[in-house]
């Protein structure tokens, strides 16, 4: 699937293993950008990002990570969209069924 906004141009595509350092980039900047909000909201992957890229990487292969470039190739955006949390926590058969996670990093 690949969707195109105009004004300026965006690629929305789903992200391959070759993202993923991509994708690990804007996430340790999100991360960042989080603790200047004084949250510790994805700590992790500012601290301890090495142990966290299997997750990222099992992410892009499950199809559920996009990337968002801009009209020159670079990658501005990941999109992240799972259908139950992959840090073990418990959700109720209905929850885990209506439950949907959006994550979006931007540069």
Do not use: H
Not at 48 to 55: I, K, P, S, V, Y
Not at 78 to 102: F, Y
């Amino acid at each position: 699937m690949k969707w195109v906004m105009k004004d300026p141009d965006f690629l929305v595509r789903k992200a391959e293993p070759s993202d993923l350092a991509s994708v690990l980039f804007l996430l340790q900047q999100a991360g960042r950008w989080l603790q200047t909000k004084n949250t510790t909201q994805w700590d992790y992957y500012v601290t301890d990002l090495q142990e966290n890229t299997e997750e990222v990487s099992d992410s892009i292969d499950r199809e559920n990570t996009y990337i968002v470039e801009s009209d020159n190739g670079e990658c501005v955006a990941s999109i992240t969209l799972e259908m139950a949390p992959q840090d073990g926590t418990a959700l109720s058969g209905e929850m885990m069924q209506k439950r949907m996670m959006l994550f979006i990093c931007t540069v």
